[in-house]
Every structure is written in C-alpha cells, then in structure tokens.
C-alpha cells in the first residue's frame, strides 16, 4: 500500500464558511496523522474563504468535468485511496478511477444523507408530514447507486445509517459511522468559557446557500422572533453566516433587533459572547454545525426535532431544548435566555457530549484500521457485494460514454 489518498472534492474546503468544510478539513487531518500522502483535487473555483491546503502539506490540482485530462492525471497520480465529497463527484469522476485505478479502494464521504433532506423539503413545501414515501426520490436513487458503487461509505449520522439499512436494504457492512472528529474540551477550558453573566443576545449561524439555513431564518424572522422580542425587548437576534444574499439582507431590521451579521471571522468568539444559540431547522439532515460550535463554545440552545436528529446519540442529557412549533420554540428560548439554573446545567451537557461523542482521540485509530484492512481484502469485498459490480458496469456504459459525447462537444466550441 503505497499510502497516498485523493481527495475529490465537490468544493474547496471553507472550514470558517460551513460544516462541510470544517469535516473535510478533519478528514485530511485523520490521513495525515495515519502517515498518508494527500492530493485535494476539484473541479469547482477557489474562493477567498477556501483553505490553503498547500500550507498543511495537501498537493492540489485543478481538475475539469467531462475532460480525460483528470484519466492521465490521476493514472499518474496512482493513488492507493480515492475518497470522494458527496455522491454528485463520485457520479462524475468514479468511472474513471474504475478505470485507470481498479485497485484503488472507493471511499464516499457523504456529508449528509442529500435524498434525506430533499425528502423533508418537499414535505415542507407540501405542509405534509414526512414519511418514508418522500425518501423514494429521483436523489435517493443517484446517491444509494453511489453507495453501492463505493467499497466504503462514510456516514456522520448513526440515524442516516439506520434509514439506508432498514429502508433501503444497504448492507451495513458498506457503511462506516464517522461524525464530527472534533479535540476534547479540558476542564481548564470549560473553566474559562464565559458565562451566563457575561452574554447577552441570541445568536444562530449557518452558511446563507444551504437551504435549510435560509429557511431556518426566514421561521424565525416571521414566527418566533416577535414572539421572543415581546418578552424580551432588550435582546437581539444576531444572525451570521457566509455568502449573505441581497434578500437575506432585506430582513436586516435593527428597530426589531434581527440583525444580518454576515460572515463571522472567528466562530468561537460570536459564539462566546452570547447567551443562547437558535437553530429551528424544519428539514434537512447530518449533523448540524453550528450546533457543534455552539457546544463547543458552552452556548446552550433551542433547537428542533431535526436540528436535533443525530446529535446527542443515545444520551438523555442535551445542551438544548427541542420544539417544533413557534410558541413553544420562543417559550423554551426565553426560559433558556432567563433562568441561569437551567442555562448552566445544558452548558456542562454540552461539553460532556462533545467529549462522549466526538473526541476524535475515539475514532481515529479504528478508522485506519478499518482502512488499511478493507485495502489489504478489497478483491474478496468486492466479490461480496455484486450490486455494486454490477452498478458500476452500467455506470462506465453509460455515464462514460455521454462524459466522452460532452466531451467532444466541448472541443467544437
């Protein structure tokens, strides 16, 4: 095993802009630590938030869609591991690592369950509840065939695990939970997180192009903001978030205290200085980040059913209160905002889940472990799982052959 991985991502990693990023940076960090070479590689532009990977030791190159300049690079690249971010990459580049790399293991990073989400976005926009029916989705077939596709899946949610097994027979075996790789909180730290007396205001986070985010303010703005600001006339809503649009910014309304921060340069300190953190999310999937920021920096929250989702494991101890509908979500919030007693108590849960559930310290070793022994058996896993042999044949007919026909397309411009 030769020891190098390629990374493909979807994006360059924007570890201050979203949750992805910050993952992504924590994957790389796993394949340092293990002695791996990595190459980052995308088809997508830079942005000013992109990290600079090359500042960490990460070897990057620009890559094209529909282009066989990526078949002779990665034939010379010759990678032991190629890991894929999100299925939509896997779709355009998984043929032809099949095919100039055969022996090269097929990891997929997930990032969240995407047809998960999509389903509950339709629900919403139905104002249906949401049931199985709205999992069986034009996404949940590209993305399950890319699962079945891939050696191994990465899946950051316990929960989304459950819903590929029980209700879309995936193998488990196919399937490898992996959630935030996070550094523990030391007692010092926690020691000197700010406290109750020291925030003030409310705060919620989340980059403005994920859709659940933009919704997420839009709830608040319309249904729980005036409900908590007529408790509350002193507090105010500080919402922050990369890529603010110009409709985003039309909720900017200082009299009503719901201020548009934008982007927030340093996450822990926004975080630190106030008091509650607001997620009411009313459909999307994975783990949420900026519930993990909130943790992290000791700011309890109000969050709903699926902000929740995943986040606390098996743990009856949160960091936050849970409720679906406004008046109860405003209600929690001022509690949460008012009483210290109960704000004190969901600041010490949320350290100890971070600890409990995403010390990297945990995962770390397994996780190479399990790497380098599905490599070292990777003709017998394969031959075990034939849907996905299968999958991939018809894949390289046909994805293969209109990727050639754009191609050749894009030679006549």
């Known amino acids: 095993m030769n020891k190098k991985i390629l990374i493909i991502g ?9 949750a992805a990023g910050s993952r992504m940076m924590q994957l790389i960090e796993v394949f340092q630590s293990g002695g791996y070479e990595v190459a980052f590689a995308t088809a997508c532009a830079k942005t000013d938030n992109a990290f600079d990977l090359s500042s960490i030791g990460v070897s990057i190159q620009n890559i094209t869609l529909n282009d066989s300049s990526f078949d002779v690079f990665v034939k010379d690249l010759n990678p032991s591991i190629v890991l894929f971010d999100r299925f939509m990459v896997e779709e355009q580049f998984g043929w032809r690592v099949a095919e100039q790399c055969p022996d090269a293991l097929r990891l997929l990073d997930t990032e969240d369950l995407h047809c998960l989400r999509k389903g509950r976005e339709q629900a919403l926009k139905d104002q249906a509840i949401f049931d199985k029916s709205y999992l069986q989705n034009e996404t949940a077939k590209r993305e399950i065939a890319s699962i079945l596709r891939c050696d191994l899946t990465f899946m950051i949610s316990q929960v989304e695990i459950e819903i590929l097994v029980n209700q879309f027979k995936v193998d488990e075996h196919l399937l490898y939970h992996l959630p935030f790789l996070l550094d523990s909180i030391t007692p010092e730290a926690q020691k000197n997180t700010p406290k109750f007396k020291d925030r003030n205001h409310f705060i919620t986070i989340g980059n403005f192009m994920h859709k659940p985010n933009f919704d997420s303010v839009m709830f608040l703005k319309t249904d729980i903001w005036p409900l908590i600001k007529k408790e509350l006339p002193k507090a105010e809503m500080h919402i922050y978030g990369s890529y603010v649009s110009e409709k985003a910014m039309q909720l900017n309304n200082p009299k009503e205290g719901f201020l548009i921060k934008g982007f927030a340069e340093d996450v822990n300190q926004v975080m630190q200085e106030a008091k509650v953190c607001l997620a009411p999310l009313r459909f999307g999937a994975g783990l949420k980040g900026k519930l993990i920021d909130a943790m992290i920096n000791g700011t309890p929250c109000v969050t709903t059913t699926i902000g929740a989702e995943g986040m606390f494991g098996s743990l009856k101890d949160t960091n936050a209160f849970i409720a679906d509908d406004a008046n109860t979500f405003a209600k ?5 905002y008012s009483n210290k007693i109960y704000w004190n108590g969901k600041q010490k849960n949320g350290f100890m889940i971070i600890n409990t559930l995403y010390d990297k310290a945990i995962y770390t070793q397994d996780l190479l ?7 070292t058996g990777l003709k017998l896993h394969r031959q ?18 209109m990727s050639k026909w754009i191609e050749e397309k894009n030679k006549i411009k």
């Open 332 to 336: 929690q919030a001022i509690e949460l």
């Open 10 to 18: 979807f994006v360059w990693p924007e570890p201050k802009s979203s």
């Open 384 to 401: 075990q799982h034939f849907y996905g042999q299968m999958l991939m044949h018809h894949t390289m007919q046909s994805t293969k052959f």
């Open 369 to 375: 472990y399990k790497i380098e022994t599905l490599y």
